[in-house]
């Protein structure tokens, strides 16, 4: 069946650590994104991608980065957490301008 | 940019009851959704409804794009409706191509 997947689901993590928030999805979309979402908040978008090769800024600034070297794949990457980095981040994706988003799960992030 | 405004931001409702959730927006926009986001953080797609009405079971849609505003009906709603409800959007041909925008979301509770 085709979805769209995140992990981890939660993780805890010491400040100063890297690490790598996963995404894929089964769907063979060209368009993935990633938003950030405080508790109990709206959702704000950070990364999104067109395409291989293909990364921009969200609305929202964010110390993460992003990479797109396959369609399925659209990893985000935190060089050193910090507590301000705790959240909630989800990845969605979209065939199309006029198509509607899928979202994952999404990965409950806390930096202690 | 456009802005997307909910109401009521809060609602409690007892089991078995009815409510309309409402989404304003700021401009005319190409692609609206409606998203439940569960106690756990998934975020669920309902409709996916620039124009016109739907129905999924208890849901119903309505979007009047003229207008700038859209609907959302919870039939004799049950206790594992509740959640936070977003309304989001997006809107071609502007600096928020191809992003969805969202709301600040309604936090329906329904009690048994």
């Known amino acids: 069946e085709a979805d769209i997947y995140q992990t981890p689901r939660y993780l805890v993590i010491g400040t100063g650590k890297k690490i790598t928030l996963e995404c894929s999805q089964t769907?063979?979309?060209?368009?993935m994104y990633w938003y950030q979402q405080d508790p109990g908040m709206e959702l704000h978008l950070i990364h999104y991608s067109y395409g291989v090769n293909s990364t921009e800024k969200g609305d929202l600034s964010s110390e993460s980065t992003v990479s797109r070297i396959r369609t399925e794949h659209f990893p985000l990457t935190l060089e050193s957490a910090r507590p301000s980095h705790t959240s909630q981040y989800l990845c969605?994706?979209?065939?199309?301008?006029?198509?509607?988003?899928?979202f994952g799960s999404g990965t409950r992030l806390t930096v202690v | 940019g456009i802005q997307v405004e909910q109401s009521p931001p809060d609602l409690i409702l007892q089991e078995g009851a009815n409510s309309t959730l409402r989404c304003n927006f700021s401009d005319s926009v190409n692609n609206l959704q409606w998203f439940h986001q569960n106690p756990w953080g998934q975020l669920i797609n309902l409709f996916y409804i620039p124009s016109g009405t739907k129905q999924n079971g208890r849901l119903s849609a309505t979007t009047v794009a003229t207008e700038r505003y859209s609907l959302l009906y919870i039939s004799s709603s049950q206790t594992t409706d509740s959640g936070v409800y977003f309304c989001a959007v997006i809107k071609w041909g502007s600096s928020n191509t191809g992003k969805l925008i969202f709301g600040q979301g309604t936090t329906l509770q329904v009690k048994p």
């Open positions: 969605a994706s979209s065939e199309s301008e006029g198509d509607g988003y899928t």
């Open positions: 769907m063979g979309h060209d368009k």
